[in-house]
């Protein structure tokens, strides 16, 4: 399971958290300091659609 966490600003993606499932993810987020207000994570990126996350080559790999 991936949960893609990305910038409030500009919906750029940063990280990709790495889990077995929704729980270990979004445990892994809580402890990196995702809050929902400069950053903030979706399991549906829609990458390159509109409101959906730019998508970023650079983007770190995290095992949660």
């Known amino acids: 399971m991936n949960y893609y966490i990305y910038s409030t600003e ?3 993606h940063l990280y990709t ?3 077995d499932d929704n729980a270990a993810c979004e445990a892994k987020a809580d402890e990196m300091g995702v809050d929902g207000d400069s950053l903030a994570g979706t399991y549906s990126p829609a990458f390159g659609a509109s409101d959906g996350l730019a998508a970023n080559d650079d983007a770190e ?4």
């Open 10 to 12: 500009d919906n750029r």
């Open 17 to 19: 958290i790495i889990g």
């Open 61 to 64: 790999e995290i095992d949660a």
